[in-house]
């Protein structure tokens, strides 16, 4: 343990409770002094203060100690009393606003790590001015008449020798009523140890007089008390003393060179002897011999245990007292006052043990007397003497609260008092490291008064980082609690002082209000004292506050904005949160052999584009030996990983901007930052890493000088030769993310390197954003990259020289159409620069789609070219599937100046959803002196389809002839407005003749949204029937094609042969087919439909939209082989009675595979098992032949009201186990079919009652013969099989 | 009444802090909860002040303020629940049983899939789960 008077506490009490002497003294005493720039008690001070008095005491105890440290307080008899408040308020301004004048300095200064600092001991933390607040603050308690301690031990009288009648003098300065009033009111005893002084003043010379008066006074009030001081021998003034002992004294340090500056060694050596000799010979005796007298009074009253008896009695009598705040007055004869004298004057003499017997003697007398304040003031005593004691710690501190909260009961009188007290208490818990609960009473202490408060808390706050261990967030708060009671009283400087170091706290950690809020007030604060330097670094921090509300972000925005304003530049900034780049969204677009027609077209996957120039550009092969040569002759090694791009081709560069706040902000003045160096040599490019290094490291906040010089390099030229640069401007509302495309176009060969982007917030502050930060994402981002490019590759660019280059447009390009809608298009090819193309291609990749037509000449209908006889194709012919999508450009076709080319394109709408058809164009440089010897052009348009007609077709055997075959189509409109006329629908091929089976009775073949409508049509393969000749005229004929609209009956109908369509066909074949040749008995069918459209007047513009379907590989035949008709009739009449009935039957029997079949006929008798069982089978084979076809509207009928009877039939028949008809002759037949033959096989069959009867109880097994001389290698197909017998419905009437 | 509920993460970090005052004191509430992890770290830190239970998660009372009283719950993962109540003499049994429902919907609210360990709770649910637990604070004691 720390010796206590050693403590902070200990000295502070040596210092503040020591005697004091009053002082009285002529004018000519002070005038005396002033001359030295010091008032006489100012002169005094510095010797006043003893360390080694070493003076003998001897108080109560006849055991003498010796005192070593002493002090003597001078005080002139006016300033004697409770100061005033007002004053002293003032004077505690003025040291915190001194204070605050000085720390000015080291705001700059980075901000110390509270943590870091946590080694420096208090003394060097706390600032050295809080001493002299606290001081100040516990002297406006001072001279209150309830302390003994402030009371003056002795007075001394001080009279210049210039005075008239100086012994006179003497007594008139006691006894004037100028003193003060605790002694004319009785507090204290009137009659104190008087010194007389005389002061001479050197410069007068007239030492002479001066001792005749001394020996005058000495007669007058005794030789021992009389004194003489002679001041100011030096006559110049001009000595410069080395270590001034005023200095320390005075605050202001331009004055203090001149205090004392007339009083020699000599005179000083003089003051402190005589100061020296008052305070030993006489003040201190003086008190020892005052606690001899008084002690021996106490014992006597007090002490033992009848006094103490009689005490109580006496005190018992005063209860019914009024209970005034102050107590009963004590007058300075009364015992209590001379115990608490007693107990003054021994804590002064040091004799802690006497004082704090007296102390805790009369502290009962107070509290019984309900003299509170008394009260208060002994036990704050009694708590100190048992510091200075080192005693029992609980009671001290038990003292110094009860202290604490007395005074605060008595009120507004104890209000002081209870301030002193507490940074006494304070002081007494620090002394013993209880940090925690000093910091609790500096708490307690901080008043309404905001500026005492906040120092209050301020040291709370050190208190809390004292602490072992300390409390960071809790010093964050009382120094941001301090700051804002600085604030009210407009001590700026230290509101900025607190809340930088709160800052360090709450630097980093995620609360984001409190941070915020302290970063904003420090803002405002450096601002308001027109640092706007520092203020914008603490806004800065605050600007991209997501998490606040709305308000306080406008607020926050506007305030950083005004201030920006204030200084009157624009303010650039690294790494400016507002807007938020969002380089995850950065996406590099540069164009070197590979150029895109528009933004989709980059969207497009490379592999895709790859795979689709896969056979367009040269072969690796072919173009090495002048390609690679090329290359390494003009480009050196390391250049080859730099991307490459054309000089006057813009790069592209798409950035997210991400406005964090809830509140619009407006960007402007967009651009990269580039950096173009003109030569190629590796050292330039080692030198262009290093300062890609360099602005990586800016990119961390500091300001590297190059960069800077780049930046204003960029401003400065604006028209820089070598690269150009575009601008963008745009605002974001709240929370928005916007990509915003930034180009540069470099002018001259040489590397470029894209740096960042710089942009301008609400038109004074410049934010600036490196690309060098997070690579590892938009390598991801950036498909076009093949291999791992060190980041700054990624953004370094070699510019070539400037190169021809295609611009492609298609004209009118639909974003949305119907399913089957056909489109003419205008594909525009233009060649900007001087030197021509040759050698194009193009690829398109649905070839589905998109077909290419001749060479534009003129605007003609769409649909017009397409009907029959005016359709004149191109020579270009689709070759090959392979090849279909592949189309080269006529060898003439050389694109350049500003003559564009124009070529004619078909869209057709083929299935349905959204699609993206990709074109690219493969062209050739003539100049070929340059890296690149082609380039390709990739175009991409969007396309989405709709439904517009949904068409199914169903085909059936015609039951009646082996040549027909019946077709259902089945339109449906899926569209929700628009409405279809249905215009032809044809069979493709030759051999085919379509005809309605219906007259058309449907005046308009007009489909309404939602409507569906069927048509039956009657195929008929003519092949077989024609010979060639035949063929040609019906060429002619036509007869493949129905029409079925009835609008404008003149029309004509469209060619599906050799006109578009059948491109188009021919890709629909290849697309819904399997393969080309598929089974020569498939039909394919084409649907043309248009628009409904009631009003003439837009007859043609509506002609020109046409739509076609087609439906391809719609088989007509069964898989089976063979196809028959039963024949025969249909009703008969018969006599049953007479006889059972016999019929006569015809099978016809095809064969339509290209081989002979023998085929057997079974037939059985049916019983009811074998119903059943015959039925699942033949569902099972000749399901696909009849499919959907039962639904025809006769048949159906038949075959219900069939079904009912032979049910009927079948129940009423079975149980007697009789067919209701047998085959007669015999079971089987057989007969040989050749290849495409046909045969005839009568069959009989025997009824013997009336009714409809379904003769399909027989079977066909037909065999290949394999015989011949086909190998059975080609016969993949099964080589034998068995149909069962189709229903024929006879009906067999009894004849009357 | 209670003004102040609070989530503070391991790392001291806030992950739910709801004030139900109508003024606006929000700075201040977040300054009280802030200051009293100092209170919850220094009653880890000396397991002995904390009392004879070893696996009590609920602190006490953390420290009087001039008008508040602050209320601490630690739970196994050392996340703290901090409680600020204006009222001056809130029964102990409340005050644990306000603090084992919000644990519970604290529990839930993480146990979101969704929910990344470690950030802010903006669940709305949470939060209403909460707001209705304050309202019922103090009920059982009246009622």
Request: proline share 4%.
């Amino acid at each position: 343990m720390v010796d206590p008077a050693n403590t902070a506490l200990g000295k502070m009490l040596t210092e503040e409770i020591t005697p004091v002497v009053m002082v009285l003294r002529t004018s000519l005493v002070e005038e005396t002094c002033q001359k030295n720039g010091l008032s006489f008690i100012k002169m005094l001070t510095p010797f006043s203060v003893f360390d080694n008095i070493d003076v003998p005491v001897r108080t109560a105890s006849d055991q003498p100690y010796r005192l070593q440290k002493f002090k003597l307080r001078f005080f002139y008899a006016s300033d004697i009393q409770k100061p005033n408040l007002q004053a002293a308020k003032e004077r505690l301004e003025k040291v915190i606003t001194e204070a605050g004048e000085k720390d000015t300095s080291d705001y700059c200064s980075e901000l110390a790590n509270v943590e870091k600092g946590l080694t420096i001991s208090e003394s060097e933390l706390s600032p050295s001015w809080f001493q002299v607040f606290n001081k100040e603050l516990a002297f406006t308690s001072s001279f209150s008449d309830h302390e003994a301690f402030d009371h003056p031990v002795a007075c001394l009288l001080v009279v210049s020798s210039k005075d008239e009648e100086p012994v006179n003098k003497f007594v008139d300065l006691f006894n004037t009523n100028q003193l003060p009033s605790i002694l004319s009111d009785g507090v204290m005893d009137p009659k104190v140890l008087k010194q007389y002084l005389l002061l001479h003043d050197n410069q007068d010379e007239m030492p002479d007089k001066a001792s005749k008066i001394l020996s005058e006074m000495k007669s007058t009030f005794g030789s021992s008390d009389c004194r003489l001081l002679c001041i100011n021998s030096l006559q110049d003034g001009l000595l410069e003393n080395e270590n001034n002992p005023w200095s320390s004294y005075n605050l202001d340090a331009s004055l203090a060179q001149h205090l004392g500056c007339f009083l020699s060694v000599d005179d000083i050596d003089e003051i402190k002897l005589l100061i020296q000799d008052l305070s030993a010979k006489h003040i201190i005796p003086h008190m020892e011999q005052k606690i001899r007298i008084l002690n021996q009074q106490v014992s006597s009253t007090r002490k033992g245990f009848r006094n103490q008896i009689k005490n109580l009695w006496w005190r018992k009598g005063k209860e019914d007292a009024p209970d005034t705040p102050n107590g009963p007055v004590y007058t300075y004869n009364s015992i209590e006052s001379q115990i608490r004298v007693l107990g003054d004057y021994a804590f002064m003499l040091r004799d802690y043990e006497l004082a704090l017997s007296n102390y805790r003697l009369i502290s009962m007398d107070y509290k019984l007397d309900k003299a509170w304040k008394r009260y208060a003031g002994v036990q704050e005593m009694m708590g100190l003497t048992y510091f200075m004691l080192d005693h029992s710690r609980k009671e001290a501190e038990y003292c110094m609260e009860n202290a604490f909260s007395t005074y605060l009961k008595v009120g507004a009188h104890g209000q002081q008092n209870s301030i002193r007290c507490g940074l006494w208490w304070a002081e007494l818990l620090k002394a013993r490291d209880q940090y925690k609960e000093a910091a609790i009473v500096y708490f307690r202490i901080s008043s309404e008064d905001p500026l005492q408060s906040a120092v209050m808390l301020e040291q709370a706050s050190y208190c809390y980082l004292l602490m072992e261990p300390p409390m960071f967030r809790k010093y964050g708060f009382h120094r941001v609690l301090s700051g804002d009671s600085y604030e009210k009283c407009d001590q700026v400087k230290h509101a900025i002082r607190t809340y930088r170091s709160a800052l360090s706290v709450f630097k980093g950690s995620s609360w984001s209000l409190i941070r915020d809020h302290t970063h904003f007030q420090l803002g405002k604060w450096f601002a308001s004292l027109g640092m706007f330097d520092a203020a914008i670094k603490h806004m800065l921090e605050i600007l991209a506050c997501e998490h606040q509300s709305k308000a306080v972000q406008e607020l926050f925005l506007q305030d950083f904005i005004l201030l920006v304003q204030k200084t009157g530049k624009t303010l650039e900034v690294w790494g400016l949160q507002l807007p938020i780049i969002k380089l995850s969204l950065l996406r590099v677009i540069f164009e070197d052999h590979r150029t895109y027609a528009s933004p989709a077209a980059v969207g497009i996957r490379e592999s895709l584009w790859r795979s689709l120039e896969e056979d367009m550009i040269p072969l690796l092969s072919t173009a090495k030996s002048n390609w690679l040569e090329l290359q390494t002759k003009l480009v050196s090694k390391k250049h080859k990983e730099s991307n490459i791009c054309v000089a006057g081709e813009a790069i592209k560069v798409d950035i997210g901007f991400k406005n964090p706040l809830q509140i619009p902000i407006s960007i402007s003045n967009v651009s990269l930052i580039c950096k173009h160096s003109a030569s190629s040599d590796s050292t330039e490019v080692d030198e262009l890493n290093s300062a890609a290094n360099e602005l990586s490291s800016v990119a961390d906040g500091q300001i590297d000088e190059d960069l800077t010089k780049l930046i204003s390099r960029d401003e400065g030229n604006a028209e820089n030769y070598s690269f150009t640069l575009s601008e963008a401007e745009f605002s974001l509302s709240g929370g928005e993310t916007l990509v915003v495309q930034l180009t540069v176009t470099p002018r001259v060969e040489g590397i470029l390197n894209i740096v960042g982007v710089k942009w301008k917030l609400s038109g004074c502050v410049v934010g600036f954003q490196s690309f060098k930060i997070d690579h590892t994402k938009n390598t991801a981002a950036k498909g076009r990259i093949k291999h791992k490019l060190s980041p700054s590759d990624e953004m370094r660019f070699l510019v070539v020289k400037s190169l021809p280059r295609l611009e492609g447009f298609i004209h009118h390009f639909p974003t949305k159409s119907y399913h089957g809608e056909l489109h003419r298009l205008v594909l525009e090819l233009k060649n900007q620069s001087n030197f021509p193309v040759k050698n194009m291609k193009m690829k398109i990749s649905h070839p589905r789609f998109l077909l290419v037509g001749d060479r534009e000449v003129k605007n003609s209908e769409s649909a017009a070219c397409l009907i029959r006889g005016k359709s004149e194709r191109s020579g270009v012919s689709v070759s090959s599937e392979e090849a279909a999508s592949l189309f080269n450009f006529p060898e003439d076709s050389v694109i350049h100046g500003e003559e564009p080319l124009l070529w004619s394109l078909w869209l057709r709408a083929a299935v349905l959803g959204s699609i993206s058809l990709c074109m690219t164009i493969y062209y050739e440089l003539e100049d070929i002196s340059t890296i690149m010897r082609y380039r390709i052009l990739r175009m991409c348009y969007n396309l989405e389809v709709l439904p517009s007609i949904v068409v199914s077709f169903k085909i059936s055997h015609c039951p009646l002839r082996l040549q027909e075959v019946l077709v259902c189509m089945n339109v449906v409109n899926k569209t929700s407005s628009e409405s279809f006329q249905i215009h032809q629908l044809s069979a493709v091929g030759n051999q085919w003749e379509l005809t309605m089976l219906q007259s058309m009775d449907i005046p308009l073949h007009s489909v309404t949204p939602g409507q569906s409508l069927s048509c039956f049509f009657k195929l008929e393969n003519v092949r077989e029937r024609l010979t060639s000749e035949d063929k040609v005229v019906l060429d002619g004929i036509r007869r493949s094609h129905v029409r079925l609209g009835t609008q404008g009956g003149k029309q004509e109908l469209f060619d599906t042969i050799s006109s578009l369509v059948a491109d188009f066909h021919h890709q629909e074949r290849f697309h819904q087919g399997m393969s080309d040749q598929g089974h020569p008995d498939a039909v394919d069918f084409v649907l043309i439909f248009q628009p409904h459209n009631k009003s003439q007047d837009q007859h043609l513009l509506e002609y020109s939209r046409l739509f076609t379907h087609h439906v391809c590989h719609c088989s007509v035949v069964s898989r089976s082989p063979i196809d028959w008709v039963m024949d025969g009739p249909q009703i008969i009449h018969h006599d049953f009675t007479m006889s059972f009935c016999k019929i006569n039957l015809r099978m016809t029997i095809h064969n339509s595979l290209d081989a002979a079949l023998s085929v057997h006929i079974n037939t059985y008798d049916k019983t009811a098992s074998s119903i059943t069982s015959q039925s699942s089978d033949s569902t099972g084979i000749t399901s696909e032949n009849k499919t959907g076809w039962h639904d025809l509207s006769l048949a159906n009928d038949v075959k219900q009201s069939s079904d009912i009877l032979g049910s009927q039939f079948a129940k009423q028949v079975s149980p007697e186990s009789v067919s209701p008809f047998i085959w007669s002759g015999s079971s089987s037949t057989s007969v040989d079919l050749g290849p495409l033959s046909t045969a005839e096989v009568p069959l009989q069959i025997c009824m013997f009652a009336p009714g409809v009867y379904d003769i399909s109880s027989y079977q066909l097994n037909w065999n290949l013969h394999v015989s011949n001389n086909q190998s059975p290698g080609t016969l993949s197909e099964q080589s034998l099989g068995t149909c069962a017998g189709s229903p024929f419905y006879l009906t067999v009437l009894q004849s009357t | 009444m209670i003004v102040c509920v609070a989530v503070v993460g391991q790392q001291n970090n806030p992950l739910y802090i709801q004030s139900f005052t109508e003024a606006d004191d929000a700075l201040k509430l977040h300054h009280i909860v802030h200051c009293s992890l100092d209170v919850v770290d220094e009653r880890v830190n000396n397991p002995k002040k904390s009392g004879p239970m070893l696996n009590e998660t609920f602190l006490g009372l953390l420290y009087p303020t001039e008008n508040y009283k602050v209320y601490g719950f630690l739970t196994n993962t050392k996340v703290k629940f901090i409680l600020v109540t204006t009222d001056l003499d809130v029964r102990d049994a409340d005050v644990r049983n306000f603090f084992r429902k919000f644990h519970a919907a604290y529990v839930d609210a993480v146990s979101n899939p969704f929910h990344v360990p470690g950030k802010k709770i903006t669940s709305k649910t949470f939060a209403e789960r909460v707001s209705n637990i304050v309202k019922s604070f103090g009920m059982g004691s009246t009622g």
